[in-house]
Nanobody
């Protein structure tokens, strides 16, 4: 199983980015998929998750700003991030069970 995350970059506060995570080597549709992030000097933290049935849950810090979704036909999970804040700056990782993607850096400037 491999997860390939992409879509990170530099954006100004208030801007938007969409992250993607493509899965290979597994039956994607049966697995819950999650996004986590790790800011410099901090522990990795949960951001959002979407189950195989499409149910979602979010960290309080991103509720109302981030949206997680999945396209089972494309074996891909997305994280739409709006109204970004400098405190959202982190490396974002996608997760499926014990498997982690390589991370994609999101930098939000003030």
């Amino acid at each position: 199983v491999q997860l390939q995350a992409s879509g990170g970059g530099l954006v100004q506060a208030g801007g938007s980015l969409r992250l993607s995570c493509a899965a290979s080597g597994t039956i994607f549709g049966i697995n819950s998929m999650g996004w986590y992030r790790q800011a410099p000097g901090k522990q990795r933290e949960f951001v959002a998750r979407v189950t195989s049935g499409g149910s979602t849950n979010y960290a309080d810090s991103v509720k109302g700003r981030f949206t997680v979704s999945r396209n089972n036909a494309k074996n891909t999970v997305y994280l739409q991030m709006n109204s970004l804040k400098p405190e959202d700056t982190a490396v974002y990782y996608c997760n499926m069970g014990k498997t982690w993607g390589q991370g994609t850096l999101v930098t939000v400037s003030s």
